[in-house]
C-alpha cells in the first residue's frame, strides 16, 4: 500500500472541508464505470476532484478580488442526515487497530540511535515517524458525516450523468433530478433550493453505433438545461490486446493513490483500474472536473455568497443592527416564529433559511473558497447568536471555525487569541451538547494539531493532544505518542525528559489496548531516549539499526542506571522483557531480564524477584537461545563450547585489575627505568605493555569485584578466558625436546564467591606458564547462582587524548586495550628475601641485616642492582656467594660495623677520595659503576676504598647473601624504600636501563638515644685555636650509656681534648642526664691545602661563565683523623666498612645540603662542582654502647662544624674569567645566568651576621719592672700578635694602641677586676705598620706604664687593614676586603713585681 504523503498540513485542512458535489447516474453510465473497475461515476471523477487547477480571480465577502489557484472537490453518491452513535470504545479502538495493523516500520526509530537523538531526523515530518497516525487521520476524517450545524459535508451542488446511448438523454436526466437523494438535498441540505445542477453527457467508446448522434444529443441536453452541461468522452480503449502496459499501470495507479488517500483503511485487492481508457480519456475527466468547477460550481458559490452576504448584512452589522433586532423582539407586535429546531441527536439548531443558519453557509462557503479572512468574521457573529440562544453545537462549530480560520492565514497569531477557541470547542463537543460529540471533538483536535505543525508551533501540541476523550485507550496512547514526538521539535532543543515521560503514558495505554508492538516501541524509545544526548551523526555513515537489544543495554541502560532514573529504567526493562517472553523472543527477554540487574536504587524484594525470573527464563528457554555476539561462546579448558551471556553483576572495574608477577614473594614487581644518578627506578611510559614474565612463573590476577544489588548472590566456578599465542622461535627450540605438546598455561578457578547486597570482594586467579609466547585475558567466566554461566569481558580503558586542539577541548580517548604479558624465556626472576631487618632502633644504632638473593629463571642475571631511598639508613657490603667456605667466614667476621682495638692512634692521616658520589645505588652483580672518576689518576692505590665489589654473574639456581647494616639516622617513623633490578644482560652504566625490579617498603620507628650538640668557643691564648664542645644528653629512661670514642676528621685542624689529666677512664652517661666534652681546635703544622676550595671556585666559574660545562672531579684529600678513646677500647676509625659507610652518610647529608642552597644548580652537576670535604670543616663521630641490656652500639655524627673562621670563598667564582663570560645567543638564557649569579650572592649574604673577623689581636704579658725602686710607676713589656684567618689574603695593617685617656678610643668595656684599678697608658710606639701573610701572624712589643700595680685591662687597640691586591680580585658579590676593627672582649694583665 502506498504510503500518504501530504506536504503541508495547511492543505490536509482544506482537503477536509472542501465542496461537496451529489453525483447521480443512469443505469448505463455504472456499466460503463463498471468495466474500468470503478463501481460509481463519483469513483471514476474521485482521483481528479483533488487540488483541481481553477486559475481563475473571484472577490471575497467585502467584494475584493483574489485569486484562486486550485481548490478541491469530492464527490458523493447519497446525501443523509442521519442519528449518528456515539463511538464505543471498542469501535474507536478497532479503527485504531486497523490503522496500526498492517505496518511494517513499528520496529524502526529513525531518530533514535546508539549514540543519541539524530539532528537530522529531527528535521522531518513527525508523520514519517508514526505511519499509523496518518492513517488513522485520514481515515477518520473521510468518515465524517453530514450535520445540521455545519454545511461542509452538505452538497453545493448536484451532478447528473446521463450516457450518450440512452434514446432520450434529456428525459433521464430529468428523471434524476426528482431522485430522492436530490430531494433530501433540497430539503434537508444547507443549499435547499438553491442547489446547483450540473448535467454530463458521456459517450462510452465502446458504443461506436452513436458516435454520430451523440453531439446532436449533446446540443438537446444544452438547449434543455443551459451552459451548465458539458460532454465527456471515455472508454476510447477499445483495443485491449495492444494496449500499452506503461500506460495502463500509470493510469492504473491514478485510481489506486486516490483510494490510499481518501479510504486508507478500507481493503483494496491488487485490481487494475481505468483498463478501458486511455491517456486522453484521462484528460478528458480532468478537463470535464475543471470545468465543472470554473464555470458551474465556483461562480455559483459566489453567487450564493454575494447574495448571503446582502441578506445578513444588519446581523453582521454590528452593535446597531443587534439593537434594532432586539427592539424588534421585545416591543414588536406581531409576534415571530422560532428559528431554531431539535436535530436528530438531540441538539439545537437552526433552521436553514434562518439568518443565523444563513450566516453559517455564508461562513463555510467562504471557507471552501479559502477567504479565511471574512469566513472569521463572519464566524464571530454568528457565535455570539449561537451562544444566546444556547445552541451549543452551533457554538462549538463556530469557536472550532474561528480557530482554524486563524491558523490557516499566513499571518501568526498569538496563542491566546487561537487557543481558546479550540478548547471551547473540545469542552462543548464533549460536555454541553445533548449528547457527547466524540466524533466532531476528535476531528477538531486533530484538525488543530495539523495546523500547529504547519505553523511550528510544537510547544503547543502537547496540551492539545491530552483533550483526547479517555474512553478510548488505543487513541489515548496515539495522542500521547504524538505529543512525546511534539517534544523532540522544540526549536531550541529536544527535551528529552518530557519526550520520554509521554512515550512512557503511550507506552502503558497501548499496553492496555493490546497493541504490544506500539508499547513495545515506545519502552524502547524510552530506554533510548533518557540515556541519549544530542549527537551529530555524520551523513556519510550508514545509520545503524537500534533494534539490537545488546546495543541498547550497552548505551542507554548504562546512562540510565548511572541517573536517578533507575526505578524507570527497571521498569521498562521488566516489561520489555515480558513483553518478549510472550512474544517467545528469548534472546531479547533474556538480555532486558539482565539489564535489570544493573541497578542498586531497586528495593530488595524486587531485585530478588527479578533475579529469580531472570533465572527461571535461562532454565526454561536455555536450548532456544541464539546469542550472536561472539564473546557469548565461550571454550572451557578442557575444550567444550559453553554459551555465556554477558551480565552486569557483579561489576569488575578494569582499572582496579592487577597482574602480579610471582604472587609469592615479597614486594612489587614490575619492569622500571633504571638511571644512575641517585633518581629511584620509574614506571616505564608504556608501562602496560611491558608487562612480563619468566617460563615456568606464577601470576596472580587480582580482580576486585563488586556486587551492586542490594541482595546476595554467588559466583562459582570463577576463572578467567585467556588466548595463548606462542612464541614461534621458542615453540622450534621447544620440538626438540618434545615439549610443543604440553599446555601453554594453566588457570585455577575459584569454587564459590559469595557477594552480600553492596560488597566488594578481591578474587585472586592464578595462571602458571608454562610456554613462552603471549598471553591475553580476555574476560572472567562464572556461573550466576550456579546457573546462569556469565561471562564478562575484560579490557583497560583507553587514555585521555591531549595531543591535538579538538582533543584538549573535546574529551577524546584512545581505544580500549585488552589485558595481557607477554612470557619470555628470557626474561629474569630474582627471588629476594629480606632477613633480619629491624621495625624499631634506637637513633645512631646499627643492626646488621641479609638480602637473600636467587635466581630462579632459566637465564644468568647478567646485573643485579640495588637502590635504596634513604642512603644515610643502610651500608651495604660486598655479596657473598652462599657455599664457599670463604663466605661464611666473612658473614662471620661481617657481624660488627665496628672494629675494636686497644691501641687507636690519636691521630692519623688518612688520603681519601673527595668525589660528592651518589650514595644511592649499588651493584650487587655486573660491572661496577664508574663514579665520575673518583680516584685521580697516578693515587688510586694510595686511596682508601669504600665500594663493594659486585660479582659477576648470578647463575640459574645460584643464591647471593648481601650484608646489609641499618642505621637509625633520624628520630621518627620512616617508610624506607628498596628496589632490586635484575636483567639478563649487561646494565648500561651511563644512560641507564629498564631492568626488571622488586620493591620493597620497610617501616622503622627510631627512638631517641642521645641528643649531641657542638658549640664553639674562641681560644683567648691563641687566636688561631678553638675551643670546640660536645654536649652529649641521654634522653632514654633507665638506661645508662657508655661513649667509647669520639673521632674527628678535618683537612686542617687536630683536635686534643682538654683537661686530659682529669677525664674519667671511662666516660659514662645515666639516665637524663648531660656530659661536656671539651676539645681544642688546632690548625695542622705545615702548609695548608687549600685544593677543594680552589677547584670549586673552578668549577663554578666554569659552569656559570664558560660555554662547556665541567667534568672534572676534585682531587683526593689528606684528611687528619684525630681520636679521643673514652673508654677501655676504641674504635678503628679508618677501617674500610665503618669509614665507607660515614664518608657515604656525609656525602647524603651534603648533597642534601647543597640541594637546598643552590636550587637552580642540578642534582648532576654537585659532584663536578662541590667537593665531599672542605678543608676548613670539621666532621665528627660519636661512638658509644649500651650498657647492659640488649648490649646495642653506635654512633652520631655531626657534619661540617663551622669554627668561625672566614672562608666564604663561593663569592670568588662569581667573578668573571680574565678571557671573559661566554656569549649567550638567547637573551634567556642570559637572564637564567644572571638569577643563578644572584642566587649563590644571596646565599653567601644569608651568613653574613656572623662574627667572623678575618683579622684578630692578642696581647700577653712578658715582663714587669719599676722606673725606680722609689718610684710606684711600672712599665710592663707586652707581646702584640696580629693574626690573619683569611687563607686567601694577604693583608697591610696599621695597628694603633690606644691609651684610656685619649678621647677617640673605642668604647671600653667594663669587666669585673680582680684589683685595683690603675692609672696606665701606652708608652713608647703605638703605632705599627704590619704587613701579614695568609693564614699567618706577626708580632710587635710594646710597654705600657702603671702608676700601681694590680689587674689592668689592657684591650684597647684599633687595627685598619686592607687586603693585598684587593681591587684586582675582589668579587662585586664579595665582602669588603677593607677592614678596622677593635676589641671585642678585654684583655687582662696582672702587674705584679
Not at 587514555?799 to 612470557?823: C, H, W
Amino acid at each position: 500500500m502506498p504510503r500518504p504523503t501530504l506536504a503541508q498540513k495547511r492543505d490536509f485542512v482544506a482537503k477536509a472541508f472542501c465542496p461537496r458535489a451529489l453525483v447521480l447516474s443512469t443505469p448505463a453510465i455504472a456499466d460503463a464505470c463498471a468495466v474500468n473497475n470503478c463501481s460509481t461515476f463519483a469513483d471514476l471523477l474521485a482521483p481528479f476532484g483533488q487540488d483541481v487547477s481553477t486559475q481563475i480571480t473571484i472577490q471575497d465577502g467585502q467584494g475584493a478580488p483574489y485569486f484562486l489557484d486550485k481548490l478541491n472537490i469530492k464527490f458523493t453518491t447519497d446525501f443523509k442526515i442521519k442519528k449518528r452513535s456515539p463511538h464505543s470504545r471498542t469501535e474507536i479502538d478497532d479503527l485504531v487497530h486497523t490503522s496500526v495493523a498492517d505496518d511494517s516500520g513499528q520496529a524502526n526509530v529513525p531518530f533514535l540511535t546508539e549514540h543519541g537523538v539524530d539532528p537530522r531526523e529531527l528535521s522531518s515530518d513527525i508523520s514519517m515517524w508514526a505511519p499509523w497516525y496518518t492513517l488513522f487521520r485520514q481515515q477518520w476524517i473521510s468518515t465524517m458525516q453530514a450535520s445540521e450545524h455545519e454545511s461542509f459535508m452538505h452538497p453545493v451542488a448536484c451532478v447528473l450523468v446521463a450516457s450518450g446511448s440512452e434514446e432520450d438523454p434529456v428525459g433521464a436526466l430529468r428523471t434524476l433530478q426528482s431522485h430522492p437523494a436530490v430531494n433530501r438535498v433540497q430539503t434537508q441540505g444547507f443549499s435547499g433550493a438553491n442547489v446547483l445542477f450540473y448535467y454530463v453527457l458521456v459517450h462510452d467508446g465502446r458504443d461506436s453505433g452513436v458516435l454520430q448522434t451523440i453531439d446532436h444529443k449533446f446540443d438537446q441536453v444544452r438547449r434543455a438545461f443551459g451552459q451548465n452541461s458539458s460532454l465527456l468522452k471515455i472508454n476510447s480503449n477499445t483495443d485491449l490486446i495492444e494496449a500499452d502496459t506503461s500506460e495502463q499501470s500509470k493510469i492504473s495507479s491514478i485510481w489506486a493513490n486516490s483510494l490510499s488517500t481518501t479510504e486508507p483503511l478500507t481493503p483494496h485487492p491488487d485490481s487494475v483500474f481505468g483498463s478501458m481508457l486511455n491517456m486522453r480519456d484521462v484528460t478528458a475527466l480532468r478537463d470535464a472536473v475543471k470545468q465543472m468547477m470554473v464555470r458551474g460550481i465556483v461562480p455559483h458559490m459566489q453567487y450564493m455568497i454575494r447574495v448571503l452576504s446582502d441578506q445578513t448584512a444588519n446581523q453582521r452589522r454590528g452593535i446597531t443592527g443587534r439593537l434594532f433586532s432586539a427592539g424588534r423582539r421585545y416591543f414588536g407586535t406581531a409576534a415571530k416564529a422560532s428559528s431554531t429546531q431539535t436535530g436528530v441527536d438531540g441538539d439545537v439548531y437552526f433552521c436553514y433559511d434562518s439568518a443565523e443558519a444563513q450566516m453559517r453557509k455564508l461562513a463555510d462557503y467562504s471557507f471552501m473558497l479559502k477567504d479565511f479572512r471574512f469566513a472569521q468574521s463572519v464566524y464571530q457573529v454568528a457565535r455570539r447568536d449561537f451562544q444566546s440562544e444556547k445552541a451549543w453545537k452551533c457554538y462549538a462549530g463556530a469557536q472550532e471555525m474561528v480557530g482554524v480560520c486563524k491558523l490557516m492565514l499566513e499571518v501568526h497569531a498569538t496563542r491566546a487569541e487561537f487557543d481558546s477557541n479550540f478548547e471551547d470547542a473540545v469542552t462543548m463537543y464533549l460536555h454541553k451538547t445533548h449528547a457527547p460529540c466524540q466524533h466532531l471533538a476528535i476531528r477538531c483536535i486533530v484538525i488543530y494539531y495539523e495546523l500547529l505543525k504547519h505553523h511550528k508551533l510544537y510547544s503547543f501540541a502537547p496540551s492539545t493532544l491530552l483533550r483526547v476523550p479517555s474512553t478510548s485507550g488505543a487513541l489515548r496512547a496515539m495522542a500521547s505518542e504524538q505529543a512525546a514526538y511534539s517534544f523532540l521539535k522544540f526549536p531550541n532543543r529536544p527535551e528529552l525528559r518530557k519526550f520520554s515521560f509521554y512515550a512512557m503514558l503511550a507506552a502503558q495505554e497501548y499496553q492496555k489496548a493490546g497493541i504490544a508492538s506500539l508499547a513495545h516501541r515506545c519502552l524502547r524509545m524510552v530506554r533510548l531516549s533518557l540515556g541519549a544526548t544530542l549527537v551529530t551523526v555524520e551523513s556519510e555513515s550508514p545509520e545503524k539499526p537500534v533494534d539490537d537489544v545488546s546495543t541498547l543495554e550497552s548505551g542507554a541502560s548504562r546512562a540510565l542506571a548511572s541517573s536517578n532514573w533507575s526505578s524507570i529504567d527497571s521498569y521498562i526493562n521488566h516489561e520489555l522483557g515480558t513483553q518478549c517472553m510472550a512474544a517467545q523472543d528469548y534472546d531479547h527477554a533474556l538480555q532486558y531480564f539482565m539489564a535489570l540487574m544493573g541497578s542498586d536504587q531497586i528495593p530488595p524484594k524486587l531485585q530478588s524477584k527479578y533475579l529469580q525470573e531472570l533465572l527461571q527464563l535461562y532454565l526454561e528457554s536455555s536450548d532456544k537461545l541464539y546469542l550472536e555476539s561472539e564473546k557469548a561462546l565461550t571454550t572451557d579448558l578442557d575444550g567444550s563450547q559453553n554459551k555465556r551471556v554477558e551480565l552486569s553483576v557483579p561489576t569488575i572495574d578494569a582499572r582496579m585489575i592487577r597482574v602480579i608477577m610471582s604472587p609469592d614473594l615479597e614486594g612489587e614487581d614490575g619492569v622500571l627505568e633504571w638511571r644512575y644518578g641517585g633518581a629511584a627506578p620509574t614506571a616505564h611510559v608504556n608501562g602496560s605493555a611491558d608487562l612480563r614474565c619468566s617460563v615456568g612463573e606464577s601470576v596472580a590476577v587480582l580482580l576486585v569485584v563488586k556486587n551492586p544489588l542490594t541482595i546476595g548472590i554467588t559466583l562459582n566456578g570463577f576463572t578467567l578466558d585467556c588466548h595463548f599465542d606462542a612464541d614461534a622461535a621458542h615453540d622450534a627450540e621447544a620440538t626438540n625436546g618434545n615439549e610443543s605438546e604440553s599446555p601453554a598455561f594453566a588457570i585455577t578457578t575459584v569454587d564459590t564467591v559469595v557477594l552480600e547486597g553492596g560488597q566488594t570482594s578481591m578474587v585472586t586467579v592464578t595462571i602458571t606458564t608454562h610456554r613462552a609466547g603471549r598471553l591475553t585475558i580476555r574476560g572472567a567466566t562464572y556461573l550466576l547462582c550456579d546457573i546462569l554461566p556469565t561471562y564478562k569481558t575484560l579490557k583497560m580503558p583507553g587514555k585521555r587524548l591531549n595531543d591535538t586542539m579538538e582533543q584538549r577541548v573535546t574529551p577524546t580517548y584512545s581505544a580500549d586495550t585488552q589485558l595481557g604479558f607477554q612470557i619470555d624465556a628470557s626474561f629474569p626472576r630474582l627471588e629476594a628475601v629480606l632477613e633480619d631487618f629491624p621495625d624499631t632502633l634506637m637513633s645512631g644504632s646499627m643492626q646488621r641485616a641479609l638480602i637473600r638473593l636467587t635466581n630462579c629463571a632459566q637465564q644468568p642475571c647478567q646485573s643485579i642492582m640495588l637502590w635504596l631511598s634513604h642512603p644515610s639508613f643502610f651500608d651495604v657490603a660486598s655479596p657473598l656467594p652462599i657455599g664457599a667456605d670463604e663466605a661464611s667466614a666473612e658473614l662471620a667476621e661481617s657481624q660488627s660495623m665496628y672494629v675494636y682495638s686497644d691501641s687507636v692512634e690519636t691521630t692519623a692521616e688518612v688520603l681519601a677520595a673527595n668525589v660528592l658520589r651518589d650514595c644511592s645505588m649499588f651493584v650487587i652483580a655486573g660491572p661496577a659503576i664508574v663514579s665520575d672518576g673518583s680516584a685521580a689518576a697516578g693515587t688510586e692505590c694510595e686511596i682508601k676504598s669504600h665500594a663493594l665489589v659486585p660479582v659477576e654473574t648470578l647463575g640459574p639456581g645460584e643464591s647471593l647473601l648481601v650484608p646489609v647494616w641499618i642505621r637509625g639516622d633520624r628520630v621518627g617513623a620512616h617508610t624506607l624504600s628498596m628496589a632490586i633490578g635484575a636483567s639478563t644482560t649487561r646494565a648500561v652504566t651511563t644512560t641507564g636501563c629498564k631492568m626488571r625490579t622488586r620493591k620493597f617498603e620497610i617501616d622503622l620507628v627510631v627512638t631517641p638515644s642521645l641528643r649531641v650538640n657542638a658549640f664553639v668557643r674562641p681560644s683567648v691564648q691563641n687566636p688561631h685555636e678553638r675551643i670546640l664542645g660536645i654536649e652529649v644528653e641521654n634522653v632514654q629512661s633507665g638506661l645508662d650509656i657508655q661513649l667509647v670514642q669520639s673521632t674527628f676528621t678535618s683537612g686542617h685542624y687536630e683536635l686534643s681534648p682538654l683537661r686530659t689529666g682529669n677525664m674519667p677512664r671511662v666516660v659514662r652517661v645515666g639516665s637524663k642526664q648531660t656530659v661536656n666534652l671539651m676539645y681544642k681546635a688546632m690548625p695542622r703544622a705545615g702548609d695548608v691545602q687549600t685544593q677543594p676550595e680552589q677547584f670549586t671556585i673552578a668549577a663554578l666559574q666554569q659552569y656559570i661563565f664558560a660555554k662547556d660545562k665541567p667534568t672534572a672531579v676534585p682531587a683526593p684529600v689528606q684528611l687528619v683523623y684525630s681520636n679521643a678513646v673514652l673508654g677501655h677500647q676504641g674504635i678503628d676509625s679508618t677501617h674500610s666498612s665503618l669509614q665507607g659507610y660515614i664518608a657515604r652518610s656525609q656525602a647524603h647529608r651534603r648533597r642534601t645540603m647543597l640541594r637546598n642552597a643552590y636550587p637552580l644548580i642540578p642534582d648532576k652537576f654537585h659532584s663536578a662542582l662541590f667537593p665531599l670535604y672542605e678543608t676548613f670543616g670539621i666532621d665528627f663521630v660519636l661512638f658509644w654502647s649500651e650498657i647492659g641490656g640488649k648490649g646495642r652500639t653506635g654512633h652520631h655524627s655531626i657534619t661540617g662544624i663551622d669554627l668561625g673562621v672566614p672562608h666564604d670563598y663561593i663569592n670568588e667564582a662569581l667573578t668573571p674569567p680574565a678571557s671573559g663570560a661566554a656569549r649567550m645567543w638567547l637573551k634567556d638564557t642570559e637572564h637564567d645566568r644572571q638569577d643563578l649569579i644572584q642566587s649563590i650572592a644571596n646565599r653567601s649574604a644569608a651568613s653574613a651576621h656572623r662574627t667572623e673577623r678575618t683579622l684578630d689581636v692578642a696581647l700577653r704579658l712578658t715582663g714587669v719592672r719599676r722606673v725606680s725602686e722609689t718610684d710606684t710607676l711600672c712599665v710592663a713589656d707586652i707581646e702584640v700578635s696580629v693574626y690573619n684567618h683569611s687563607w686567601q689574603h694577604a693583608y697591610d695593617a696599621t695597628l694603633r694602641l690606644v691609651s684610656p685617656s685619649e678621647s677617640d678610643q673605642a668604647p671600653e668595656t667594663k669587666p669585673e677586676c680582680s684589683g685595683p684599678r690603675a692609672a696606665w697608658t701606652w708608652c713608647g710606639v703605638t703605632t705599627h705598620t704590619l704587613s701579614v701573610k695568609a693564614l699567618g701572624s706577626v708580632c710587635v712589643q710594646a710597654q705600657v706604664a702603671c702608676s700601681a700595680l694590680g689587674v689592668i685591662d689592657v684591650g684597647k687597640w684599633e687595627l685598619s687593614a686592607t687586603a693585598v691586591n684587593a681591587s684586582a680580585t675582589i668579587s662585586p658579590y664579595a665582602k669588603s676586603l677593607e677592614c678596622r676593627l677593635h676589641p671585642l672582649h678585654p684583655s687582662f694583665i696582672n702587674v705584679t713585681i
